[in-house]
């Protein structure tokens, strides 16, 4: 079993940052992909970033130059460093991962955290 925990959510000025951890825990063999994905209230989830185990990066038109992910392979750890928050960026974050676990049959897990909220207000 693979668990994904959130942290580093909360309250923030517009123009201020926040740096959000994830952290992957259990049956792991290895990771392929870590994302970020947030869902502001009334909108359907998107994609905010991702990054592959090589260190490959993709990012959302609308956080580009704002947001930067970066990963901690020795502790399957993935961050999310925001900066220049806007009000739109108001939303629950929520950590994706595709790992292959550690069964014998070396399973595809899709898992995903709980979500942390990330409000960006004055």
């Known amino acids: 079993q693979v668990q994904l925990v959130e942290s580093g959510g909360g309250l923030v000025q517009p123009g201020g940052s926040l740096r959000l951890t994830c952290a992957a825990s259990g049956n792991i063999f290895s990771i392929y992909v870590m994302g970020w994905y947030r869902q502001a209230p009334g909108k359907q989830r998107e994609l905010v970033a991702t990054?592959?185990?090589?260190?490959?990066?993709h990012y959302a038109d609308s956080v580009k130059g704002r947001f930067t992910i970066s990963e901690d392979n020795a502790k399957n750890t993935a961050y999310l460093q925001m900066n220049s928050l806007k009000p739109e960026d108001t939303a629950v974050y929520y950590c994706?991962?595709?790992?292959?676990?550690?069964?014998?049959?070396?399973?595809?897990?899709?898992?995903w955290g709980q979500g942390t909220l990330v409000t960006v207000s004055s």
């Open positions: 990054i592959t185990t090589y260190g490959t990066t």
């Open positions: 994706n991962a595709i790992i292959t676990d550690a069964t014998p049959e070396r399973a595809r897990v899709d898992a």
